[in-house]
């Protein structure tokens, strides 16, 4: 990165317009992602295997994130360049280390939970429960 005040002011626009692309994305996947309590996938299993959108839903997050990320990753270039803080380069990891996590997660719920879904809703449309391992039914079964 140069010093070049002309340069600088053009790493600031990109961080600039990274973030705020990235923020339209995140909260536009997040509108259409159904589901109100997300942590108990029976509830929302329904609305989880209904939504057509899934997979671009997952994407937008995705991206939303990677682009705030890459927003800030111009910044902390900046900060690197202007400074010898190691306060910048453990930001730098963590901005990694945040955009590896998320990119996990996205894969997680952005397949995996509806493929879990979509053999529930399967599960719930047999006339018995499933048996869990067991000879016996599972204690848990809920048929909606």
Same mark, same amino acid.
């Given at each position: 990165m140069s010093s070049n005040p002309s340069n600088r002011s053009n790493?600031?626009?990109?961080? @600039?317009?990274?973030?705020a692309v990235g923020i339209v994305l995140l909260v536009t996947?997040?509108? +259409? =992602?159904?589901?109100?309590?997300?942590? $108990?996938?029976?509830? !929302? *299993?329904?609305? #989880?295997?209904?939504n057509p959108h899934w997979h %671009? !839903? =997952?994407? %937008?997050? +995705? /991206?939303?994130? +990677?682009?705030? &990320?890459?927003?800030?990753? *111009? %910044? /902390?270039? &900046?900060?690197r360049e202007? *400074? $010898?803080s190691s306060f910048a380069w453990v930001a730098t990891f963590a901005t990694v280390v945040a955009a590896c996590t998320y990119a996990a997660n996205?894969?997680?719920?952005?397949? @995996?939970?509806? #493929? !879990?879904s979509q053999a529930l809703s399967r599960l719930r449309s047999r006339s018995e429960p499933p048996h869990c391992g067991s000879p016996r039914p599972c204690a848990t079964w809920n048929k909606a």
């Open positions: 790493e600031l626009r990109l961080a @600039a317009i990274l973030s996947g997040s509108r +259409f =992602h159904g589901g109100a309590q997300p942590q $108990d996938l029976q509830a !929302v *299993s329904a609305d #989880y295997t209904a %671009l !839903v =997952h994407l %937008l997050q +995705f /991206l939303g994130l +990677f682009a705030i &990320l890459a927003g800030q990753m *111009s %910044l /902390l270039s &900046l900060i202007r *400074s $010898d996205q894969a997680v719920d952005g397949a @995996a939970i509806q #493929y !879990v």
